[in-house]
T-cell receptor
Framework: GEDVEQSLFLSVREGDSSVINCTYT??????LYWYKQEPGAGLQLLTY?????DMKQDQRLTVLLNKKDKHLSLRIADTQTGDSAIYFCAVTFSGGYNKLIFGAGTRLAVHP | GAGVSQTPSNKVTEKGKYVELRCDPI?????LYWYRQSLGQGPEFLIYFQGTGAADDSGLPNDRFFAVRPEGSVSTLKIQRTERGDSAVYLCASSSGTGVEEAFFGQGTRLTVV
């Protein structure tokens, strides 16, 4: 079955860029997402990319997709303490609905 | 409502008991999803409803788990003979159509089986 893997922890200094990486196994994945989860809060969709795109930029967020290597990354520019959270990579299939397969999440810690 | 509402927010039950978890989706959303998030893990898909029918229940772990959505809005996830391994946060999400539109998640119900 589909598998999505992420590194578990990332620590960055405030003002630096953060890069969170994700790999997935199913090449038929059509939509790839990044979600943010803060303590005690629900999942918040940050951004998503279609599988026919290589890059998407949205303010401080840049998503890069390498379909050949099945690698997805999220770059956060000028990381702030408010960005501290768990970030989940998720992919869907060609079934046309939001059956999301999530990674285990990357905990981002931002320190002064 | 303004967002996806899940009740209760916390539920503690004894092993072997029956529990019901409720999800009230965003008004007008026809698609509804249940996920389960165990400690330190990402959410895991359980079931997808399109309207009143379960279009994909392939994620339900066993026959102790059942979900309904009789009128195409509120959904109830039912767990019989609960086990300690069922302890997790149960998340509900809804979206507006049949495609891959953004799914909005509720805050979840934290279920603890003691």
């Amino acid at each position: 079955g589909e598998d999505v893997e992420q590194s578990l922890f990332l620590s960055v200094r405030e003002g630096d860029s953060s890069v969170i990486n994700c790999t997935y196994t199913d090449s038929s994945s059509t939509y790839l997402y990044w979600y943010k989860q803060e303590p005690g809060a629900g999942l918040q969709l940050l951004t998503y990319i279609f599988s026919n795109m290589d890059m998407k930029q949205d303010q401080r967020l840049t998503v890069l997709l390498n379909k050949k290597d099945k690698h997805l990354s999220l770059r956060i520019a000028d990381t702030q303490t408010g960005d501290s959270a768990i970030y989940f990579c998720a992919v869907t299939f060609s079934g046309g609905y939001n059956k999301l397969i999530f990674g285990a999440g990357t905990r981002l810690a931002v320190h002064p | 409502g303004a967002g996806v509402s899940q009740t209760p927010s916390n539920k503690v039950t004894e092993k072997g008991k029956y529990v019901e978890l409720r999800c009230d989706p965003i008004s007008g959303h026809t698609a509804l999803y249940w996920y389960r998030q165990s400690l330190g893990q990402g959410p895991e898909f359980l079931i997808y409803f399109q309207g009143t029918g379960a279009a994909d229940d392939s994620g339900l772990p066993n026959d102790r788990f059942f979900a309904v959505r009789p009128e195409g809005s509120v959904s109830t996830l039912k767990i019989q003979r609960t086990e300690r391994g069922d302890s997790a946060v149960y998340l509900c999400a809804s979206s507006s159509g049949t495609g891959v539109e953004e799914a909005f998640f509720g805050q979840g119900t934290r279920l603890t089986v003691v």
